[in-house]
């Protein structure tokens, strides 16, 4: 085991409490030295040409609590605490880069070694949802209730404009047969589409409400514009007014009865 230099005090003895953990520190090192932890969190040999096998560290289990639930948990003593969240995520159901795990009343790091921070067999770690990962989700849910309240409110005005368009098609079918149409007709809905302008504007979108905002807009837009045209076409036409000829018929004859006494 690789030796360790005693700090000198102040007094001339030395700091046994500091060489103690510098110890504890190198002790790890080299047991961890020659071994590697994979992913699924089984320790292997690392590969070196010429050096003799050792047999791994043998597994600890570490007391994890997580809400009102424990879980113990067999582990390398060599592994990292990220490699022990994911051993957690298949227990607990909550994904490692949401976890965070606490030891000795310090949050610890995902390439910390357990025997480094000086984690034995029947260790104690308290599991609990990291902040960070609580407020992306908020923030998640947040923007989620956006999208959805924008959603509705450009279906209910995509209703209305199918209503209003199939006004515009009516009169411009009309306009085409020679029938002049009112011009209220023609301005109402223009200042009907022109009011669903507005409120498309108005709503704020993103991602795939702002695709559907801008369909919607472009609908309206477009029957706008076909009624800027029929107005001018139905200007040009004529109204039409429609007589009555009505057949005369002359009075029956009338007929005189003789009268006998």
Known sequence: MASVMHRSSSDG?????????????AAAAEDRAGWEVRPSGMVVQA?????????????????????????????????TFGQLKKLLASRTGLQPADQQLTYKGRARGNTEYLDACGVKNKSKLVLAEDPASLERRY???????????????????????????????????????????????????????????????????????????????????????TLDVLKVSNARLQAVVVTTKWETFEAPATTQWELFD
């Open 13 to 25: 003895g030395s700091s046994s409490g500091w060489s103690d953990a510098v110890a504890a520190v």
């Open 47 to 79: 590969r070196e040409d010429g050096a003799p096998p050792r047999p791994p560290p043998p597994e600890i289990r570490v007391r994890v609590k997580y809400g009102g639930a424990r879980h113990e948990v067999p582990v390398s003593p060599i592994a």
């Open 139 to 225: 923030i998640e849910r947040q923007k989620n209730a956006k999208i959805e309240s924008a959603n509705r409110a450009i279906g209910a005005i995509a209703l209305e404009v199918d209503k209003l368009a199939d006004q515009v098609t009516s009169i411009e079918k009309s306009i085409s047969r020679g029938n002049k149409v009112a011009e209220v007709q023609i301005t109402t809905l223009i200042e009907l589409l022109m009011r669903h302008a507005v409120k498309l504007e108005s709503i704020p979108a993103v991602g795939d409400s702002s695709s559907q905002r801008n369909i919607q807009a472009k609908r309206v837009q477009k029957c706008v514009e």
